[in-house]
């Protein structure tokens, strides 16, 4: 299975910020996952799916969440843009999961695609925009940080 890996974890993707990192890292499994419960076959797949659909949706809630108070707590000044972007991608999914679950037109692994690449676009992007303000402060010595963000 190894192999077949639709997407996975590589260090080049890592932002610094322990605790977010590990959360990209599920972040990538559960969509790793989506994509694998597309390819078992049709039945399997409405299944399967509809459960890590779930527990990516659950787990994207809490991934937010983290991030947007490690960015109140820092004033990162591009927080409500940050915020914006994480609201319109909650929205978009939520949408998705809801046909998913009425059944209607709806394509499995196009949403997995896309859950991938908002990920590693966002991760290489806006999360990185993150760190590089909390390194600017840190270096002025106006923030001391705790041993979960380094």
Not at 50 to 68: C, N, P, Q, W
Not at 83 to 111: A, W, Y
Request: charged residues 30%.
């Amino acid at each position: 299975m190894g192999d077949n890996l639709f997407v996975k974890w590589e260090n080049r993707y890592a932002v610094g910020i322990r605790v977010i990192d590990e959360q990209h890292k599920q972040l990538i499994n559960l969509t790793d996952a989506l994509f694998e419960s597309c390819r078992q076959g049709e039945g399997f797949a409405r299944e399967h799916f509809g459960e890590v659909l779930s527990a990516a949706v659950d787990y994207v809630a809490f991934h937010f969440s983290t991030e947007e108070q490690i960015m109140i707590r820092v004033n990162y000044p591009e927080y409500p843009a940050h915020k914006q972007e994480h609201e319109g991608f909650v929205k978009k999914v939520l949408e998705d999961k809801k046909r998913f679950e009425k059944g209607q037109s709806f394509v499995p692994n196009g949403f997995a695609r896309y859950l991938r690449d908002w990920i590693l676009s966002h991760i290489a992007v806006s999360d990185k925009l993150i760190v590089d303000h909390i390194l600017r402060l840190k270096k002025e010595g106006v923030l001391d940080l705790p041993p979960v963000l380094h």
